[in-house]
Nanobody, 115 residues
Framework: QVHLVESGGGLVQPGGSLRLSCAAS????????MYWYRQAPGKEREYVAY???????NYADSVKGRFTISRDNAKNTVNLQMDSLKAEDTAVYYC?????????WGQGTQVTVSS
């Protein structure tokens, strides 16, 4: 069984920063492609970023240049540094792991950008 637990969400003013973390249990992390998704109220879940096993990254156009995804294989964590936050970044952020073991999701962490 794989468990993903997100943390680091909260309330921040526009232009501010937050750092999300996702901790993975089990031995799957080093072999997993790790993703961040988000879901705003009344909208479908959307892709934010991924980081491959070797460290290559990809971002949605809406966050490119503002968000940075990273992973620490020794600590089984993936992080999402979010800078220059906008009101439209408000959403529940989810971590996803994908690999030969299947696909697993975390429970999500709320990010609210508001003055």
């Amino acid at each position: 069984q794989v468990h993903l637990v997100e943390s680091g969400g909260g309330l921040v003013q526009p232009g501010g920063s937050l750092r999300l973390s996702c901790a993975a249990s089990g031995s799957i992390f080093s072999g997993a492609i790790m993703y961040w998704y988000r879901q705003a109220p009344g909208k479908e879940r959307e892709y934010v970023a991924y980081i491959a096993r070797g460290g290559s990254t990809n971002y949605a156009d809406s966050v490119k240049g503002r968000f940075t995804i990273s992973r620490d294989n020794a600590k089984n964590t993936v992080n999402l540094q979010m800078d220059s936050l906008k009101a439209e970044d408000t959403a529940v952020y989810y971590c996803k792991a994908r690999g030969s073991f299947g696909v697993y999701w975390g429970q999500g962490t709320q990010v609210t950008v508001s003055s």
